[in-house]
């Protein structure tokens, strides 16, 4: 399985962060001795906790909701953060990068979906948040991209144009704020049920987890 979609997403040079959220130990070093070197978890302590248990070369993304107060616990090692949502979370970010001596690289989480309840900016409050004095004084982060999540729901139809306004937020953040930025260049969209649109949008890295461990419970 991961080895098709791996080669699927190679062809189209996506990268793959396999969400191993509530997997044990056991599966997730399946996965890593097939290759796999960049894992997603949702939650601080988790991360924290299958980070030292596993081997010192994976990649560890956060991939859910961040609170400030847990920053701190996961500015050693995190290799990127998706889900950056506020100024107060990223300086926190930047302060704890710093006493890590650090730059940690940060994905801006931008609210694309039809529902109440999914974290992000909107693209003014984006827009907001990048031309404060303020985030311009920041040292220790460095903003890399823009993540969303797609509303929930079978209708492809809308899948396809949260992804696409998705890439829009993108290309327009990108000319105006990261023009002459090598560094600005992810696109974190695409989920296990929803991510071969998300390709087709323009995505450059995909979150899937039920698709290569099996369903959550
Ligand atoms: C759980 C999760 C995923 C992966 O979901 P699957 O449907 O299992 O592929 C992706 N992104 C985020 C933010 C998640 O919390």
Redesign the pocket.
């Known amino acids: 399985m991961i080895k098709e979609i791996l080669k699927e997403l190679d062809i189209k040079h996506v990268k793959l962060v396999a969400?191993s959220?509530t997997k044990p130990i056991a599966q997730i070093l399946e996965l890593y001795q097939v290759g796999q070197r960049v894992f997603?978890e949702?939650k601080v302590q988790e991360l924290v906790e299958k980070a030292e248990l596993m081997p010192k070369d994976i990649e560890w993304h956060m991939?859910?909701h961040l609170q400030k107060n847990k920053v701190k616990f996961i500015a050693p090692f995190v290799s990127l953060i998706?889900s950056v949502d506020s100024f107060e979370l990223i300086a926190e970010i930047d302060k704890y990068a710093a006493k890590n001596n650090r730059i940690i690289d940060c994905l801006l989480q931008f609210y694309i979906a039809q529902e109440d309840t999914k974290f992000g900016l909107s693209l003014q409050e984006g827009q907001e948040l990048l031309n404060s004095k303020q985030f311009t004084q920041l040292e220790n982060i460095r903003i890399v991209g823009v993540m969303g999540?797609a509303t929930f729901t079978d209708n492809k139809t809308q899948v396809k144009a949260e992804f696409n306004q998705l890439k829009h937020i993108f290309d327009e953040i990108k000319s105006t704020y990261f023009k002459n930025e090598d560094c600005f260049i992810e696109i974190s969209m695409g989920?296990?049920?929803d991510y071969k649109i998300a390709v087709e949008a323009g995505s450059t890295m995909v979150?899937?987890?039920?698709?290569l461990f099996g369903k959550?419970f």
């Open positions: 969400v959220k997603g949702n991939i859910g998706h999540m989920m296990s049920d979150r899937i987890g039920s698709l959550r």
